[in-house]
């Protein structure tokens, strides 16, 4: 399950799918890191606010929230708290 938000992300609100880097393990660990793949519709993944940009307004900048988003096994990329998108 993820919970917190990520902000910033190009693509945000309008992306079907996002690799996302979460913290599985201990804080301060650099290995305690895992890479998922979510897609667009997952219970407990919103968009938020649209930034504001100035300038560079082809792409739409916005938040990611995660709201006891629950992911499964499967969309694991890599290993589990590796830190590392490695097999």
């Not at 902000?7 to 650099?30: P, Q, W, Y």
């Not at 895992?34 to 307004?57: D, H, I, Q, S, Y």
């Amino acid at each position: 399950m993820i919970n917190g938000a990520k902000n910033f992300i190009t693509h945000g609100k309008s992306g079907d799918v996002a690799v996302v880097i979460v913290r599985t393990g201990e804080l301060l660990d650099s290995h305690g890191m895992t890479a998922f793949v979510v897609e667009r519709g997952t219970p407990g993944l919103f968009a938020g606010k649209k930034e504001n940009k100035l300038g560079m307004r082809a792409s739409e900048t916005a938040e990611m929230i995660f709201d006891n988003c629950r992911i499964h096994k499967s969309q694991i990329l890599g290993k589990l708290e590796t830190g590392s998108f490695n097999p």
